[in-house]
């Protein structure tokens, strides 16, 4: 082990969470309205606001950047995402969540996303971060 192992740096970690939200072989995604990855396609999602649990913070984004609302008892966690790079503004842990509604429900964008949509789950664009690999992981929980 070389002293460079050993060594630590402090850095701020910023928590997130996102929202796999599945519907009729649909996934909803939303278009990004500003940097990083500006008017690509995300999952809906963001900044857990101080002292919020995550889980709540999951609730409140989906709602806020598409405008459907689901109780926190539907989420079910997929897991933590905090490979370093994963966001180009620095540190970001996500803890990701999915549900799947009965029915495909119209969305309306709000916050900071310009569009949200039901794609496809065999047409999905190139998705934002690492949004490609938590909806891989979801897909395959809600096979499981």
Same mark, same amino acid.
């Given at each position: 082990?070389? %002293?460079?192992?050993t060594?630590?740096?402090?850095?701020?970690i910023?928590?997130?969470a996102d929202?796999?939200?599945?519907?009729?072989?649909h996934?909803?995604?939303i278009e990004r309205g500003?940097?990083?990855?500006?008017?690509r396609w995300a999952l809906?999602?963001?900044?857990?606001n101080?002292? &919020?649990?995550?889980l709540?913070?999951?609730?409140?984004e989906?709602?806020? &950047?598409?405008?459907i609302?689901?109780?926190?008892a539907e989420?079910r966690?997929?897991?933590?995402?905090h490979?370093?790079g994963r966001?180009p503004r620095?540190?970001?842990?996500?803890?990701?969540?999915?549900?799947?509604?009965?029915?495909?429900?119209?969305?309306t964008?709000?916050?900071?996303a310009t569009?949200a949509?039901?794609?496809?789950l %065999?047409?999905?664009?190139?998705?934002?971060?690492d949004?490609d690999?938590?909806?891989? %992981?979801?897909?395959?929980l809600?096979v499981a």
């Amino acid at each position: 082990m070389t %002293d460079t192992d050993t060594d630590t740096v402090d850095e701020t970690i910023h928590l997130t969470a996102d929202v796999v939200l599945f519907a009729g072989g649909h996934v909803l995604l939303i278009e990004r309205g500003w940097d990083p990855f500006a008017g690509r396609w995300a999952l809906p999602g963001g900044y857990a606001n101080a002292g &919020e649990e995550v889980l709540k913070a999951a609730v409140r984004e989906l709602g806020e &950047e598409t405008g459907i609302v689901i109780s926190t008892a539907e989420l079910r966690q997929v897991g933590p995402y905090h490979a370093p790079g994963r966001d180009p503004r620095g540190r970001v842990v996500t803890i990701a969540y999915t549900a799947t509604l009965p029915a495909l429900v119209p969305p309306t964008a709000g916050d900071d996303a310009t569009n949200a949509r039901w794609w496809p789950l %065999d047409a999905l664009p190139d998705l934002a971060f690492d949004h490609d690999q938590i909806l891989k %992981d979801a897909q395959a929980l809600a096979v499981a």
